[in-house]
C-alpha cells in the first residue's frame, strides 16, 4: 500500500489506510512522473471549468470564486506549478456575475480565455487576454447568451497563426438562441463575429455552439474551423447534436445535425484524430442502459460517421475531450453517476480508443471510500510527462462550499489515493448525421475593463508522488537515494531515471536534481 504524502485535515489517510482504498501504483521505473490529488480553495464557492497544460510544466485552470467581491460568481484563474500548487492567482470582477469557461496558453506565453458575464447589458460572451504574470492585456465583450446552464457552451482555441477563435451563443429571444463564432487577432482586434441559425426552425428555435478545433489539409495549411454543437426546435423538443465546418472566415462549407427519435444529443466536444478524422462525445438524455449517458462518434474528413459509442456510467462535461498523441487513444472528463445511500457523484475519467471502445473508466474523489460528498471533472488535458491533469470541483474535502479539485495521473489515469477502476458501459449507438443548412448574421462587441485582483487560497494535498520518491513509502529520504544508488550500481532498468532506455550517468545527475528538488 502507498502512503499519502500527507495528513489531510479531516483524517482521510487514516480513515482510508482502514478501508483499504489507498490505489498504489507499482514502484517500477522510478522516472515516473509527480501525480497528485488536491483540493484548492476558500471558505467560499470555487470551481475549475477547464484546465490545461502550461509549457513550463505546470498547469493553467479557470473556472469562478463565488461571494469575494459580489454576491455572484466571479472569474477565477490559477497558475499551477508542476506538483498543482498556485504560483499566482487572480480574480476577475465586474459590476454582474462573470464565469470563465475555456483557456489557452497563447504563443506568447500568456493565457487567452472564453468566458460568460452579465456586466454589460444586452452583451455575454467575453474574450479576455492575460500575460503570464496574470496581468490584465485586453477584453471585449460581445454579444451573448450568459449564464444559461447547461449546455454550456463558450470555448476558446488559439490558431496556428496566433489568432484566436471563441465559441458560444446569442440570446435572440427570452428563451431562444443563436450559435456565434467570434474570431479575433492576438491583440484583440476583432476579425468576424457571426451568429448562425439552423435555417429550419423558427426565430423561438435554440443552437449553440459548445467547442472548436482548427482544420488542416494534408499539407498541413489551415482550411478554417470544426465546430461541435446543438440545435434544438424549440424548448420543448429534443436537442439534437451537430457538427460544422467552415472555412478561415467563418462561411459555412458543411453542417450537419444527427437526429435520432426520443434522443437527446448535445455535442459537448471536438478534437482532430489522426490523419483528418474528427472524435466528438456527446451527451445524451438517455441511452439503452436508462437514463441520461454520453456518447463518442467519429467523424472521417468528409464529415460521415464512421463509428458511434453510447456510455451508461459516464455523464461527459463541456469540452472535456482530448486526443492523446501519438497513442489516438482519447480521453473524455465528467461525472460517475451516484451509486449508493451514501456516495454522491464522483469524478471520472473515460479511456477509449478511436473507434469509441473503452479501454478504462476510472472514478475519483470520496465516493471511492465511500464518504459523503460529490466531485466533478469539467476539464482534462495531456501533461508533457505524458500523464493527465483534470480539473473541475470538490465538495467533499477542501476549505468551504467546494473547491477546485485538481488530479494529476500517470499515462493510465492512476493516482495514489481516492481513485479505483470501474467498468464502462457501452454500446453501439445510431445517431444518422444529415446536412442542413444555417443562414447568418452579425453580432456587436465592446471593450470591457474588468477589475483584475490578486488573491491567495488554501492547498489541500490529498496525496502526492514525488519523482525522488524511489522506495515509493510516500517521503524523500536518504532511503530513497540509497535505494536508487543501489539500482544504479546494479545496472537495473528503474534506474534509468530519464527514461532514455539506458542506465548511464545522465539518470544520475536526473536522480540527484529531483532529489534536490523540494516536493509538497
Not at 489557452?104 to 452583451?123: F, H, M, N, V, W
Not at 460521415?304 to 453510447?310: H, I
Request: with cysteine; aromatic share 10%; hydrophobic share 40%.
Amino acid at each position: 500500500m502507498t502512503k499519502a504524502r500527507k495528513i489531510t485535515s479531516r483524517g482521510w489517510v487514516a480513515k482510508a489506510a482502514m478501508l483499504g482504498v489507498l490505489s498504489g501504483t507499482s514502484v517500477g521505473a522510478m522516472g515516473v512522473p509527480p501525480t497528485f490529488q488536491e483540493a484548492i480553495g476558500t471558505q467560499l464557492e470555487e470551481q475549475a471549468m477547464a484546465v490545461q497544460s502550461t509549457r513550463d510544466g505546470g498547469f493553467i485552470s479557470v473556472g469562478y470564486r463565488r461571494g469575494q467581491f459580489n454576491a455572484g460568481r466571479d472569474i477565477l484563474v490559477t497558475k499551477h506549478n508542476q506538483y498543482g500548487i498556485p504560483q499566482w492567482e487572480r480574480v476577475l470582477v465586474g459590476p454582474g456575475e462573470e464565469v470563465a469557461f475555456n483557456v489557452r496558453q497563447t504563443l506568447d506565453g500568456g493565457y487567452a480565455i472564453a468566458a460568460e458575464s452579465t456586466s454589460i447589458a444586452g452583451l455575454g460572451t467575453a474574450v479576455i487576454k492575460l500575460t503570464a504574470a496574470g496581468g490584465f492585456v485586453w477584453a471585449e465583450m460581445y454579444q451573448g447568451a450568459p449564464l444559461l446552464g447547461t449546455p454550456l457552451v463558450t470555448a476558446i482555441e488559439e490558431m496556428k497563426n496566433g489568432d484566436l477563435v471563441v465559441v458560444s451563443r446569442v440570446a435572440t429571444g427570452v428563451a431562444s438562441h443563436d450559435a456565434t463564432i467570434i474570431r479575433v487577432r492576438a491583440n484583440g482586434v476583432a476579425l468576424f463575429s457571426n451568429r448562425y441559425h439552423d435555417a429550419r426552425y423558427e426565430n423561438n428555435s435554440l443552437t449553440g455552439f459548445t467547442d472548436v478545433r482548427e482544420w488542416f489539409d494534408t499539407a498541413g495549411v489551415s482550411r478554417g474551423l470544426v465546430i461541435s454543437g446543438y440545435t434544438e426546435r424549440d424548448a420543448n423538443s429534443v436537442r439534437e447534436a451537430t457538427i460544422l465546418r467552415t472555412d478561415s472566415a467563418g462561411l459555412p462549407l458543411q453542417y450537419r445535425v444527427g437526429f435520432a427519435p426520443n434522443t437527446d444529443a448535445v455535442a459537448t466536444g471536438i478534437d482532430s484524430l489522426m490523419p483528418l478524422d474528427w472524435g466528438m462525445s456527446l451527451r445524451l438524455g438517455n441511452t439503452v442502459f436508462g437514463g441520461a449517458g454520453s456518447g463518442f462518434a467519429r467523424f472521417d474528413s468528409l464529415l460521415n460517421v464512421t463509428s458511434e459509442r453510447q456510455y451508461g456510467t459516464f455523464l461527459v462535461s463541456h469540452a472535456s475531450i482530448q486526443e492523446r498523441s501519438p497513442s489516438t487513444q482519447i480521453i473524455l472528463a465528467g461525472t460517475y453517476p451516484a451509486a449508493g445511500p451514501i456516495a454522491g457523484d464522483e469524478a471520472a475519467l473515460l479511456n477509449v480508443d478511436p473507434a469509441g471502445n473503452p479501454i478504462w473508466e476510472r472514478i475519483y474523489g470520496g465516493a471511492v471510500p465511500n464518504l459523503p460528498g460529490v466531485e466533478n471533472f469539467n476539464g482534462v488535458w495531456p501533461t508533457l510527462d505524458g500523464g493527465l491533469i483534470a480539473a473541475g470541483l470538490t465538495g467533499t474535502f477542501g476549505f468551504g462550499n467546494g473547491d477546485l479539485y485538481l488530479v494529476k495521473t500517470d499515462s493510465g489515469g492512476v493516482v495514489d489515493c481516492l481513485q479505483k477502476p470501474v467498468q464502462p458501459q457501452s454500446a453501439p449507438l445510431q445517431i444518422p448525421f444529415t446536412d442542413v443548412q444555417l443562414t447568418m448574421g452579425g453580432i456587436q462587441h465592446t471593450p470591457w475593463q474588468p477589475n483584475v485582483i490578486a488573491t491567495v487560497s488554501q492547498v489541500q494535498i490529498l496525496c502526492i508522488r514525488c519523482p525522488a520518491d524511489f522506495d515509493g513509502d510516500g517521503a524523500v529520504d536518504i532511503f530513497d537515494y540509497d535505494a536508487f544508488v543501489a539500482a544504479f550500481e546494479a545496472g537495473l532498468m528503474s534506474a534509468d531515471f530519464d527514461g532514455d532506455g539506458t542506465v548511464d550517468f545522465f539518470d544520475y545527475d536526473a536522480y540527484v536534481v529531483a532529489f534536490e528538488t523540494p516536493c509538497p
